[in-house]
């Protein structure tokens, strides 16, 4: 089955403790990219990657790294996470068209 | 710049009766136009799409949408709405091919369907 799979589900953390959100597909997908999912804000783009070793800044990337080391993985990293990441966040993919975006289940999460 | 825009926080309908879900957009160029439905607790669903070709979309669960370039508008609808329609849901644009595939979002039309 295509899908994109993302880790922890659920996570509530401490603030500046490191955490990486994993992201999976298996769709042989170049484009990956993350969101993040706030109230009354829609989705907002944090980063993404047209292909391998190759990404770039979104429109919300403060606080956020991302690799692309491999075709299928595309982890989002918080190397110190503040209250103010505090929220849902998407994986997306999609072919090199773009022209269907597939997205993950979405990552809760809570920094306190 | 690209965005959407979703007039409606809300909108309210009983079971069924036709239910429109309005969104507006700007984009340089021809837009790729989405709809998306998030369940409660649950991920993104692809609804339905506008690429090219016939104005009118039919997509999945009996919604359609229909592609108006000169009111740069792409409303959601349902000739009947159903209960289990209840749920958040987003419009989305973007430009045509280019280095960046971002989707623009839409801040959300939460749709309640009461029976």
């Known amino acids: 089955e295509a899908q994109v799979t993302q880790n922890p589900r659920y996570l509530i953390t401490v603030t500046g403790k490191k955490l990486t959100v994993t992201c999976s597909q298996n769709?042989?997908?170049?484009?990956m990219s993350w969101y993040r999912q706030d109230p009354g804000l829609g989705l907002r783009q944090i980063y993404y990657s047209m292909n391998v070793e190759v990404t770039d800044k979104g429109d919300v990337p403060e606080g956020y790294k991302v690799s692309r080391k491999e075709k299928r993985n595309f982890p989002l990293i918080l190397e110190s996470p503040s209250p103010n990441q505090t929220s849902l966040y998407f994986c997306?993919?999609?072919?090199?068209?773009?022209?269907?975006?597939?997205f993950g289940e979405g990552s809760w999460l809570t920094v306190v | 710049a690209q965005s959407v825009a979703q007039p409606e926080d809300q909108v309210n309908v009983a079971e069924g009766n036709p239910l429109t879900v309005k969104c507006t957009y700007s984009v340089s160029g021809n837009p790729y136009l989405f709809w998306y439905v998030q369940y409660p607790n649950r991920g993104l669903q692809f609804l339905l799409k506008y690429i090219t070709g016939d104005n009118l979309v039919k997509g999945s669960y009996g919604f359609e949408a229909e592609f108006n370039k000169s009111q740069t508008s792409f409303h959601l609808k349902k000739p009947s709405a159903l209960v289990s329609d209840s749920a958040l849901y987003f419009c989305?644009?973007?430009?045509?091919?280019?280095?960046?595939?971002?989707?623009?979002f839409g801040a959300g039309t939460t749709v309640t369907v009461r029976a």
């Open positions: 769709m042989n997908h170049e484009y």
């Open positions: 989305a644009v973007r430009a045509p091919p280019s280095n960046d595939y971002k989707l623009s």
């Open positions: 997306a993919s999609s072919l090199k068209d773009g022209n269907t975006i597939y």
